[in-house]
């Protein structure tokens, strides 16, 4: 089975510093990662993808992630965050090797940026 | 206008009440996808469909039934409503890469009483 964890419901940062929002996946196989992005009142938006190559992946708006296979994780982060960031995130994973053929996502981390 | 289109964008309907939600989109996806949107529980997939002669239930299929149209359309409905089914639904589609990210719908707001 696939599976996906975001320990944090919510994680609380001030502009400019540095964010991490967690995730942890659970799979037979190598996975696909894959993290999105909820604006209030909106549906979700692709932000990045991991699927083979370099652990480290970049995406929209300035975020990036970074696959850990022995720690089984894919946190995503930025450098330096922006009120603008402040919204629901969604890790979601995909085990290619098991036929499943839909992604399974996480609980949801909600991020909140202060000025 | 969006790509993917879902109607009605909130209701508001009885127990016991038959409900149909609808999906159509502009991308030329083959894959589409019903998932339903809880408070702490994030997204989980009801139904998908990889063409219109495929359909697959998902994690939580039951008490829901689709029916895929044309390669554009894909309706989820709610035979006899329950208030358990309160939810945000969001309809989705795939290209044809597995390896391909998922475009949403801007969801549907289903209320019972």
């Known amino acids: 089975a696939q599976s996906v964890a975001q320990p944090e419901d919510q994680v609380n940062v001030a502009e400019g510093n540095p964010l991490t929002v967690k995730c942890t996946y659970s799979v037979s196989g190598n996975p696909y990662l894959f993290w999105y992005v909820q604006y209030p009142n909106r549906g979700l938006q692709f932000l990045l993808k991991y699927i083979t190559g370099d652990n480290l992946v970049k995406g929209s708006y300035g975020f990036e992630a970074e696959f850990n296979k022995s720690q089984t994780s894919f946190h995503l982060k930025k450098p330096s965050a922006l009120v603008s960031d402040s919204a629901l995130y969604f890790c979601a994973v995909r085990d290619p090797d098991t036929g499943r053929r839909a992604l399974t996502f996480g609980s949801g981390t909600r991020l909140q940026v202060q000025p | 206008d969006a790509d993917v289109t879902q109607t009605p964008r909130n209701r508001i309907t009885k127990t016991g009440k038959r409900i149909m939600l609808e999906c159509s989109q502009t991308?030329?996806?083959?894959?589409m996808y019903w998932y339903r949107q809880d408070p702490g529980l994030g997204l989980r997939l009801i139904y998908y469909?990889?063409?219109?002669?495929?359909?697959n239930k998902g994690e939580i299929s039951d008490g829901y039934s689709v029916s895929r149209q044309a390669q554009a359309k894909f309706s989820l409905s709610l035979e006899s409503a329950i208030p358990n089914q309160t939810a945000l639904y969001f309809c989705?589609?795939?290209?044809?890469?597995?390896?391909?990210?998922?475009?949403f719908g801007e969801g549907s707001r289903l209320t019972v009483l």
């Open positions: 989705a589609t795939s290209g044809f890469m597995d390896t391909g990210e998922l475009f």
């Open positions: 469909s990889f063409d219109v002669k495929d359909i």
């Open positions: 991308k030329g996806h083959d894959r």
